[in-house]
């Protein structure tokens, strides 16, 4: 296993093309937001804020239905349809995928990607009988981290509440093994905090997985972007609060990343329309 530990910084290629991408966590009908996946706070109406964030320039929407788990199913199949009919990016639609008949369901309301989690944990052939139908591209691992030590970190499931006693790193790797075409990891620690990312988990997954990483949980200021980017390799970024309460747009965030050298989708049209 590779050495975890971001001692050194890793050179930006313009071959690495970083994707922003929107999360948006459901619960009910409402989008929220939360602090370590807890005390969510409802912020207003889920496809509004998908669509805004379609016209700002997101390269991918992700919903997350954090409570899918609880009640075993998920709840998000009409607002996956309704979202496809106005949002042309890929959509990513997790929580409560415990079955092909699931995905399927979600994938046919317009779904371009399913994320499981606690499912795959329970019975980990769930990812290999979802790859052999719709391909590892269409298959995303989530992976809900929480330190335990320097260098280590647990899977959790069931937005972060409940621990497995699965290594994240080991539990990755794994996954990807199975079939899994990409890893949406979330920082539970880092989660709403503002912080900025859990750069040493993101280098430790990344440094042990040939899929995609998204590193999600911790973005507060655009700075929080090149650290992550001069530490770890991530393939994405997954956005939230700085989004919902409009502290930062993705014109904004493309503008720092061109002038930071970190290669994203799009750079000459916000350049174009921005300068």
Known sequence: MVSSSPSQLISQSPNRILRLIARLDIKGANLIKGIHLEGLRVVGD????????????????????????????????????????????????????????????????????VAI??????????????????????????????????????????????????????????????????????????????KGFDCELVNAVTNNVDIPVVASGGFGQLEHLKDLMQFSKPTGVAIADSLHYKRLSFVEIRKFCLANNIATRLQSKTVETNS
């Open 46 to 113: 889920p496809q509004t804020h998908a669509e805004k964030y379609y016209h700002d320039g997101a390269d991918e929407i992700i919903y997350m239905d954090t409570v899918a788990s609880l009640y075993g199913r998920n709840n998000l199949i009409d607002v996956v349809s309704r979202t496809a009919e106005h949002v042309f990016v890929p959509m990513t639609v997790g929580g409560g995928i415990r079955s092909v008949e699931d995905a399927r369901s979600l994938l046919r309301a317009g779904a371009d990607k």
């Open 117 to 194: 989690n606690t499912a795959a944990i329970k019975d980990p052939t769930l990812i290999s009988d979802l790859s052999d139908v719709w391909g590892s591209s269409t298959i995303v691992l989530s992976i809900e981290a929480k330190k335990t030590a320097s260098g280590k970190w647990e899977a959790y499931t069931d937005n972060g509440r409940e621990r497995t006693g699965l290594d994240v790193v080991q539990w990755a790797e794994q996954g990807a093994k199975l079939g899994a075409g990409e890893i949406f990891l979330t920082s539970v620690d880092q989660e709403g905090t503002k």
